[in-house]
């Protein structure tokens, strides 16, 4: 499966706007766009400039396919589908995107960031009622509840993220006292989601 590899902190510094790829390192004085806060490349500093109305339909995709980890493929499979139920298609799509289960995984705070969280879905170690899913694009519904394995539960990384991250569970999905079970209250809504996008921009792009 394509995936990207390059820095991702490369990634944050071409949409000049945090994304928190890296989890802890994005709050410290070590992340680059403290130090560097404008593209990357010979040219970064002359793209500060306001772009043309295209460009900024496009960056904002841009930052919303970054965020959550999705390629071009299947951004554009989820938008489609957002673009068939009835509704407001941005808000939709946003839903769509947070309800995967890599990024639900994320944010139970079992991974710092939605990478790490993805890892742990990757290499079995989540199950959904009871049965393991190791698919990070499985769509989560109202009242299914997702667990962390046994020996995940042991994992020096995940019991770190649990103890340091400062990050509230969101609305829509409730905690265990351990916190190793997640359960689904409902589906969000877009005053849930704390990603950066202006959804709407990406809708105008695609109906072009």
């Not at 496009?58 to 071009?72: C, D, F, H, P, S």
């Not at 020096?156 to 103890?163: A, C, E, G, Q, S």
Request: hydrophobic content about 35%; charged content about 30%; some cysteine.
């Amino acid at each position: 499966m394509a995936r990207y590899t390059g820095p991702v902190c490369r990634l944050c510094r071409r949409e000049k706007t945090k994304l928190f790829l890296k989890g802890a390192k994005c709050d410290t004085a070590k992340c680059p766009m403290e130090k560097r806060p404008y593209p990357p490349g010979e040219h970064g500093r002359d793209r500060m400039r306001q772009g043309s109305e295209y460009l900024n339909q496009l960056r904002e995709k841009q930052k919303a396919r970054r965020i959550y980890g999705v390629l071009e493929s299947q951004f554009v499979k989820n938008y489609e589908e957002a673009n068939r139920v009835t509704g407001i298609t941005g808000e939709t799509l946003l839903r769509i995107l947070e309800t995967r289960l890599d990024n639900v995984c994320f944010r139970a705070l079992w991974g710092a960031s939605r990478s790490q969280a993805r890892q742990l879905v990757r290499h079995g170690h989540v199950l959904v009622n009871g049965k393991r899913v190791t698919i990070p694009s499985y769509r989560v519904r109202q009242g299914e509840v997702i667990t962390l394995s046994p020996k995940a539960r042991t994992f020096i990384t995940v019991r770190h993220n649990l103890d340091t991250i400062d990050r509230p569970i969101v609305p829509w999905l409730e905690a265990s006292s351990d916190r190793f079970e997640i359960t689904v209250l409902n589906m969000p809504l877009r005053e849930h989601v704390d990603a950066p996008v202006r959804e709407q921009l990406i809708v105008e792009l695609y109906s072009k």
